[in-house]
């Protein structure tokens, strides 16, 4: 019963690769480029959310590594989620739908 | 001095081929004179009677094997040499009347001069491998003649049957050299003849094995000499044109078999299956040629039929023993059969091209001087008394006799068909009334061609006293021994009774009486071979194909390049365009990556 | 109390998370997913992360979030037609899923500091203050980069939205 009272880092870590498999298995499953975009995130939240527990569970004290690098993460996350949805929106231009597997022309 | 022998006709055929193609006449004359000078040089090796102007140039040599281009000078090759040139004399200049139209004679001289080089070679030749180049050289000289008007298909096939038939024998031929090598270890004539007299079959070799290499030997000249069962070339070899047929086929080529199995005597004598053999090969070949020439309608296939006859017979007395009557009857068929062969040519000539003996009659009327000269050449082929065949024939049966009484009688009775069917063609070319309306247009050949006949004939009657067997060394039996006089009675008894009942039965003769088939058809060696030979061989031919198709193609070939187009198909699978996949896919990629790097590091 | 707070935010946002995988209209999978921003958020600050925790609400649920809800509204994305399940597909998620779990199974037993326990207090209140500190001076370059990368993606937004180039 300890591990119901007693969060360990492992806690925070299981936590972080179910919610990287919820997140993959979203990218896998669901048909709409959003909805697709959208798990993306979840996944690179999952990473945040590891990085953040490694910083506070390390023994060296004030030490912001960790908490730095997400911060960085959640700035070009943003970034790169503006790019991507000005890419989801002129392939919706050009092909009319947003079903994942219509967009198929580069096949062989 | 031997250069002078063999180097002109070489130079001659180039000269023509290269550079005076299309200058005919000097051509010809180049020709003629080439194998004059080549006379020339015989003669002066025949009354010189010494080996000094011989001289020889190492080819090739590797430890153990000295091949060098040589000469020998000895009775044999000087005699065989006055034959070659003196006979192919007369031929090039018969041959200059009879293809005077055809519009390729610069060809013609070119091969024939050709052949005449070849022929020397082999004639000269001090050692067996040098000899073998020459034997393969004649040979495609003889194909190139025999093709030499290849536009008729016949011709052609006519001249790859010689070829092939040739080249089987000569594979036999190798292997006796290469065996004769192994076993002395020296391809030279003079020095295997020395080995041989001092130390006979080196130790460790078996007879079998020195048969074996005898008969490899022979089968050289089963192949060039026609014997029974490679004989199926010289009849089909009448297609070229007929000058070709008197030299090559009656008194050069074809006799080079026997010249050649004279020169390795000392190595055949060491087996006496190997003699026995051959001389059995010998009879029955000339049985067997004398019984299909009885039927033949064509008048060239009659003398080449002949031909085989009397090569039978010098194959015989090779068998026997004895070297010196093969030698002897090898000249004086020289002389007769070419006579034969040109005044045959003069014949069809006059003729404009008919052949076919139930055709022509009573020619003696239209072409006195051919008619003469081919009595003549009948009857010393026949064996008329005192004539020169005559002489050789007898000297041959009288060594059978005294050897094997099988063979003698074979030798005898094949002595009376030779008279019978070549009395009938006498009897039915020249004699009873004209058989079509052709022959009354019938002229005599100009001079070009009946001096040579004339020639000829007068070889033909006084060849058997000239000396020819004394020349070349003993008779194998002398004749003192028993029975001489009743061998030459019972040949002169078969002569007799063969012209007379070709005579009777001829005579007035409007078509053939008899009609025997198996005789006609020459007791269908052809079909034979193409049964057992030719149809195996497209069977085979057909299953390497399939083969060559179907495994080696199929599998090998088709099964790299299927395999490599299926694994190119399963690999476009993975580019089928869904998104979804590629994310599976590079998932897949980073489960990869963590068992390599928790699981197997760990480990 | 570290123990209650912790499962009541995991839990949350797990259930965000499947709700945001299992629904078929967009714009309740955009909120469910505001949803697990927000427990995350809280995850954060029950990390000590408070500073942190502030930014993922204001850039994450805040402005990326809402960003997605324009382009849903602006594509007029429908709800999802109801399909058969795929069970391929989540045969395949399932073995996925299980290789991975294997995988984070090793990891978390071979980390040394895995089994320390979670206690508050110990953390400072004025993080903000200091990782302020530290990013402009040990990672200055870093920041300054990131500003020009926001730059070239705003560049790059604008160029890609235009109707004709």
């Keep these: ?108 | 001095m031997n250069w002078i022998v063999l180097l002109p006709p070489l130079i001659a055929a180039v000269l023509i081929t290269l550079v005076l193609h299309p200058y005919k006449k000097i051509s010809v004359f180049t020709s003629i004179l080439a194998c004059t000078i080549s006379l020339g040089g015989a003669l002066a090796l025949f009354f010189s009677s010494s080996n000094e102007g011989l001289s020889s140039f190492v080819w090739a040599a590797v430890p153990g094997l000295k091949i060098t281009i040589g000469a020998m000078g000895d009775h044999l090759a000087v005699l065989m040499l006055l034959v070659v040139t003196g006979v192919g004399l007369l031929i090039h200049i018969f041959s200059y009347g009879y293809m005077e139209q055809d519009p390729s004679l610069s060809r013609f001289y070119a091969k024939l001069s050709l052949f005449m080089f070849s022929m020397l070679g082999i004639v000269l030749a001090d050692n067996l491998v040098m000899m073998f180049i020459f034997w393969e050289l004649v040979g495609l000289s003889s194909y190139l003649l025999i093709g030499f008007w290849f536009q008729k298909p016949s011709a052609a096939e006519a001249a790859k049957k010689a070829f092939i038939v040739n080249r089987i024998g000569d594979f036999g031929f190798m292997l006796g050299i290469l065996g004769t090598w192994a076993i002395f270890g020296s391809i030279h004539f003079t020095e295997l003849k020395e080995i041989v007299a001092t130390s006979g079959v080196p130790a460790g070799f078996s007879s079998g094995i020195v048969a074996l290499v005898a008969f490899g030997l022979f089968m050289g000249c089963m192949g060039k000499s026609a014997q029974v069962p490679l004989h199926v070339w010289l009849p089909d070899a009448m297609e070229g044109p007929t000058p070709v047929s008197a030299l090559i086929h009656a008194a050069t080529m074809v006799a080079a078999g026997v010249y050649m199995l004279c020169r390795v005597f000392f190595i055949l004598e060491l087996s006496v299956s190997a003699l026995d053999v051959i001389m059995w090969i010998g009879a029955i070949t000339s049985i067997f040629a004398a019984l299909i020439a009885l039927q033949q309608s064509d008048i060239k296939r009659i003398l080449a039929y002949s031909t085989l006859s009397q090569l039978g017979y010098m194959v015989m007395a090779v068998g026997i023993g004895a070297t010196t009557e093969a030698m002897f009857h090898l000249t004086t068929h020289a002389f007769f059969k070419a006579l034969l062969f040109l005044a045959a040519g003069s014949v069809i000539h006059g003729l404009h091209h008919e052949q076919d003996i139930w055709k022509m009659g009573n020619l003696k009327k239209y072409m006195p001087v051919t008619f003469w000269t081919f009595l003549i050449g009948t009857a010393a082929l026949t064996g008329f008394p005192f004539l020169s065949g005559f002489f050789s024939k007898e000297s041959i049966l009288f060594a059978a006799y005294h050897q094997n009484i099988v063979v003698f009688s074979i030798g005898i009775f094949t002595a009376l068909l030779t008279a019978f069917y070549m009395t009938r063609l006498v009897v039915v070319a020249f004699f009873g009334k004209e058989r079509t309306h052709e022959v009354h247009h019938a002229h005599e050949s100009p001079l070009v061609m009946t001096v040579p006949l004339i020639v000829l004939a007068i070889l033909s009657l006084f060849g058997g006293v000239i000396g020819i067997d004394h020349y070349i060394g003993e008779h194998k039996v002398a004749h003192e021994a028993g029975g001489f006089y009743f061998v030459m009675g019972l040949s002169i008894t078969c002569f007799l009774a063969g012209t007379a009942g070709a005579l009777f039965i001829y005579l007035k003769a409007k078509a053939e009486p008899f009609s025997l088939p198996l005789l006609r058809d020459k007791f269908y060696s052809d079909e034979i071979y193409e049964a057992c030979l030719v149809k195996p061989q497209q069977v085979l031919a057909k299953a390497l194909s399939w083969f060559d198709y179907w495994v080696v193609g199929g599998v090998f070939v088709r099964l790299t390049s299927i395999s490599a187009a299926g694994a190119g198909e399963i690999l476009r699978l993975l580019q089928g365009g869904s998104l979804q996949a590629y994310v599976v896919m590079f998932i897949l990629g980073v489960a990869l990556l963590c068992y390599w790097f928790l699981v197997r590091v760990a480990l | 109390m570290e123990a209650l707070f912790f499962w009541i935010f995991a839990i949350g946002m797990v259930g965000s998370a499947l709700a945001v995988i299992f629904n078929r209209n967009p714009v309740a999978c955009a909120l469910c997913l505001v949803g697990t921003f927000v427990f995350l958020a809280a995850l954060f600050i029950t990390l000590e992360a408070f500073f942190l925790a502030a930014v993922q609400i204001i850039v994450y649920a805040g402005a990326v979030m809402v960003l997605f809800l324009f382009i849903i509204m602006l594509l007029d994305i429908k709800a999802e037609k109801k399909k058969p399940i795929p069970y391929g597909k989540i045969g395949l998620v399932i073995i996925l899923s299980l290789i991975f779990g294997f995988f984070f199974n090793i990891v978390l037993n071979g980390l040394p500091n895995g089994q320390s326990i979670l206690h508050w207090g110990t953390a400072s209140t004025q993080d903000a203050k200091e990782i302020g500190m530290i990013l402009f001076s040990k990672y200055i370059l870093p920041f300054v980069v990131t500003g020009v990368l926001l730059l070239v993606a705003t560049l790059g937004v604008v160029l890609l939205s235009k109707r004709e180039v």
Excluded at chain 1, 63 to 77: E, H, K, P, R, S
């Design chain 1, 1 to 108: 019963m300890n591990w119901l009272t007693e969060i360990t880092l492992n806690h925070y870590l299981a936590l972080s690769g179910i919610l990287f498999m919820i997140g993959m298995a979203g990218v896998m499953i669901r048909r709409s480029i959003l909805v697709i975009y959208m798990c993306l995130e979840l996944m690179l939240n999952a990473a945040n959310l590891a990085l953040v527990a490694f910083n506070r569970f390390s023994p060296a004290a004030r030490d912001y590594d960790g908490q730095i690098m997400v911060f960085f993460i959640i700035t070009v996350a943003a970034a790169e989620v503006a790019v991507g949805l000005a890419l989801i929106v002129s392939l919706y231009r050009l092909r009319q739908t947003t079903n994942v597997n219509d967009l198929n022309s580069l096949k062989f």
